[in-house]
């Protein structure tokens, strides 16, 4: 995976970089306004050799004194130094604690120390920090070599006194914030990317493509709250959900070939939403002017029936044992071009019955009287009857369900079914996070007529028609 595919992954998932970027603020933020404001003064201190007269004396003076700045530094945070200061600034701390508000350092190639002093009172930290290298230079004073004339040969003279800080030295909320900010985002990118890697469901045309050739011919969105869910092309054609399912039509329209009728399968990964879909796409197609049979043929779980509310009694079982004929048991719907050959009872044996040669018999007369057949099948991933029915139709379209399927089951959904024989046509995405803006409901189609008829918007071209 390349920059450019990273890139896209936390443009996708930009709103949780955003997230993690506002929490990052809002943490240090809280942090640095909630933290005690510290204040820190320095003073200075030079150190030179009393004694020496000639040049070579004097360098002689000046490198002593240079290999025992570091010692001087370490003094100024000793207890013979930090006794006395507590002492007499009458400091509630003893010299351990005190030695944890100090730093001392030396440049290097330099006989100066610069003490720093950190305290909740700029006041404070300025008193400590002169204290401090007073007491400093009379502790070296006292430990240094003497002369013949009992003078002390290192002398400590305080060049710059410590002042009282103007500002707090921390927290420094402006730094502190742009670091909680790049922080955020950072952590947030690497969340997106992690995110994405692990995360196998489908939920967009993109993520289908990332795992498979077969197209997505469609993508229906989610029922909104309140809406009433199910066969939308019967309850709520003109809404955006019966666009969705007009776009799906529109695509199958382009697979018939050579004249035949439009033989389809209608199967998914999981349950849920495998024969709303049918349903609506039946209708949809009839909408067009379309001669259209659904057939059930889910016999394990059937509910075409129970969705376009028909007579369920009998069915696609009843014509395959011989106890009916097609033009006995199916049912037309709406009044309109859309018949229905329900499950009818449910059988011991439903694979073995999809696999009979009166299933091929059933098939055949269908499309001699039918331009389009659709089969509504189990949930292929359950069982193989969407397998058994895949070589003998047209083509197979796969209902992927957004809210449960991953890639790797409907990668095996497909190959099952292209193993078998069958011709894949294409995927329709449901439970799609809706992008079509509600404005889009102002351009509905026109409504039925009180006789039933369809105006003239509503219907395509007219196809051929065969006769029964």
């Given at each position: 995976?390349?920059a ?22 809002a ?6 306004l ?22 070579n ?69 300025a ?22 004339d ?8 305080v ?10 030295f ?58 009433s ?27 018939a ?12 990964t999981?349950p849920?939403?495998?024969s ?6 039946a ?20 509910s ?10 009998a ?26 050959l ?33 089969l ?25 369900d ?9 990668a095996?959904s ?40 369809r ?14």
């Amino acid at each position: 995976m390349g920059a450019r595919e990273y890139l896209a992954i936390i443009r996708k998932r930009w709103a949780l970089v955003v997230v993690c970027g506002l929490l990052g603020v809002a943490a240090t933020a809280a942090l640095s306004l909630s933290a005690t404001p510290m204040y820190r003064s320095t003073a200075t201190l030079y150190f030179s050799l009393q004694f020496g007269d000639s040049a070579n004396d004097l360098n002689q003076g000046s490198a002593y004194t240079q290999n025992q700045m570091q010692s001087f530094a370490e003094l100024a945070t000793r207890a013979v130094v930090l006794e006395p200061v507590i002492e007499d600034l009458g400091l509630a701390t003893s010299p351990r604690g005190l030695a944890g508000s100090l730093s001392a350092v030396t440049p290097q190639g330099t006989v100066l120390l610069e003490l720093s002093a950190t305290s909740e009172s700029a006041q404070r930290s300025a008193d400590v920090a002169n204290a401090v290298v007073l007491e400093l230079g009379r502790a070296v004073e006292e430990l240094s070599p003497r002369g013949e004339d009992g003078q002390a040969a290192v002398r400590a003279t305080v060049i710059a006194p410590a002042d009282p800080a103007a500002s707090p030295f921390s927290p420094r909320t402006e730094r502190n914030v742009a670091a909680g900010l790049l922080g955020g985002l950072l952590l947030g990118s690497v969340l997106a990317i992690v995110r994405s890697l692990l995360d196998t469901r489908v939920r967009e045309a993109e993520d289908v493509r990332s795992f498979t050739d077969v197209p997505v011919i469609g993508t229906i969105g989610r029922h909104p709250r309140g809406a009433s869910s199910g066969v939308v092309m019967q309850t709520e054609p003109t809404s955006p959900l019966g666009e969705h399912y007009r776009q799906v039509r529109t695509n199958l329209r382009f697979l018939a070939v050579d004249s035949k009728a439009l033989s389809l399968v209608v199967t998914s990964t999981m349950p849920g939403r495998k024969s709303t879909t049918a349903c609506n796409l039946a209708l949809a197609l009839a909408e067009s002017d379309l001669k259209v049979l659904l057939i059930d043929a889910d016999l394990r779980r059937p509910s075409v029936g129970r969705y376009l509310e028909l007579e369920e009694a009998a069915g696609l079982t009843t014509v395959l044992i011989g106890r009916a004929t097609l033009d006995d048991v199916v049912q037309p719907v709406g009044g309109g071009t859309l018949d229905v050959l329900a499950a009818g009872e449910l059988p011991p044996n439903p694979g073995e019955l999809l696999a009979s040669r009166a299933m091929e018999q059933v098939l055949t007369d269908a499309t001699s009287r039918y331009d389009v057949v659709i089969l509504d099948s189990a949930p292929v991933s359950l069982v193989a009857d969407a397998s058994i029915l895949a070589p003998l139709v047209a083509g197979t379209v796969v209902v992927a369900d957004t809210s449960q399927v991953r890639q790797q089951p409907l990668a095996d959904s497909l190959g099952a079914l292209s193993q078998a024989g069958g011709r894949i046509v294409g995927i329709v995405l449901n439970r799609v996070a809706d992008k079509v803006s509600s404005a889009y409901s102002d351009y509905a189609l026109p409504q039925p007529a009180a006789d039933g008829s369809r105006p003239a918007a509503w219907r395509g071209r007219r196809s051929r028609r065969r006769s029964s």
